[in-house]
């Protein structure tokens, strides 16, 4: 059985992500020249958090709809929340979610292999000029790059089932990073522990000798058997991103807490060459 993210969607593992994942397209929107997104493992694209599968977890119950609009509610989560509502009580996935922060001249390029999500994430772009689709496996979408508008944003987002998935993330970067060295690249991960996540970040330094930060949300649950941890670590981040988005992080690991052990983590790096 492959991963579903139906099960998921919502959780508070897409809010992190997908906080910062409009973040970063808001910087890249600060200046006039187009952009281009590639999705490399988009899923379905929108998702029905009253649907069987997504109540049989309820994880989005943890995540999404904990956020309620407040004063204190920083820029970049109001600005994803606003941006996920417009969905009318679905909710978005990375592609359609860029799709939204998307101008005219922007565009969006979206990767799916298996063959039913990407059937369902056709009829949920529908014929949106901006956004193109792609049956295949997100790890061979190094040869769709550089884009065309020679600025963008790589997310990497794979579901985690395979044991080899953090050297797949590397090699990829390599490759891609080869082809689009000026793009930004964010790649999601699962923290299952400490040690392995660390092991990733300081690979990823080692091998890209440019500016990157890492960021990590735990929600402090006590629970076994669920993901408590995840980061995004992220290669050439718009200047000033990061400083940004801590305010929001810092808020999400307040209300999104599951236990007294939830924090907000983030550490940058500077170049080396």
């Known amino acids: 059985m492959h991963y579903q993210h139906r099960y998921h969607a919502g959780n508070f593992a897409d809010v992190f992500?997908?906080?910062?994942?409009?973040?970063?397209?808001?910087?890249?929107?600060?200046?006039?020249?187009?952009?281009?997104?590639?999705?490399?493992?988009?899923?379905?694209?929108?998702?029905a958090l009253d649907d069987e599968a997504a109540e049989r977890t309820g994880e989005f119950r943890d995540g999404i709809a904990r956020l309620r609009p407040a004063a204190s509610m920083p820029a970049p989560v109001r600005d994803y929340l606003d941006l996920a509502a417009s969905f009318g009580g679905r909710y978005p996935g990375s592609p359609l979610l860029a799709l939204a922060c998307a101008r005219e001249q922007d565009r969006v390029v979206a990767c799916e292999k298996a063959p039913a999500v990407f059937e369902q994430l056709r009829l949920q772009a529908g014929a949106d000029g901006r956004m193109q689709l792609h049956q295949r496996d997100g790890y061979e979408?190094?040869?769709?790059?550089?884009?065309?508008?020679?600025?963008?944003?790589?997310?990497?987002?794979?579901?985690?089932?395979?044991?080899d998935e953090f050297d797949a993330i590397s090699t990829y970067l390599k490759?891609?990073?080869?082809?689009?060295?000026?793009?930004?690249?964010?790649?999601?991960y699962p923290v299952k522990?400490?040690?392995?996540?660390?092991?990733?970040?300081?690979?990823?330094?080692?091998?890209?000798?440019?500016?990157?930060?890492?960021?990590?949300?735990?929600?402090?649950?006590?629970?076994?058997?669920q993901m408590r941890a995840c980061g995004l670590c992220v290669l050439n981040p718009p200047y000033g991103w990061a400083a940004e988005m801590t305010p929001a992080l810092q808020w999400l690991s307040r209300e999104l807490a599951q236990g007294s052990r939830a924090e907000a983590v983030i550490e940058p790096w500077e170049a080396t060459a």
Request: charged share 30%; with cysteine.
């Open 175 to 188: 490759k891609a990073t080869a082809r689009f060295a000026g793009g930004v690249y964010a790649a999601w």
């Open 193 to 225: 522990n400490r040690h392995e996540a660390d092991r990733f970040r300081r690979r990823l330094m080692r091998e890209h000798p440019r500016s990157g930060v890492d960021l990590q949300l735990h929600n402090g649950a006590e629970a076994e058997g």
């Open 17 to 47: 992500k997908h906080v910062l994942l409009c973040g970063l397209l808001r910087a890249l929107s600060r200046k006039d020249k187009p952009w281009r997104m590639l999705d490399t493992h988009a899923g379905a694209g929108l998702y």
């Open 141 to 163: 979408s190094h040869a769709l790059l550089p884009p065309p508008e020679k600025r963008g944003l790589v997310l990497i987002d794979p579901a985690f089932e395979r044991p």
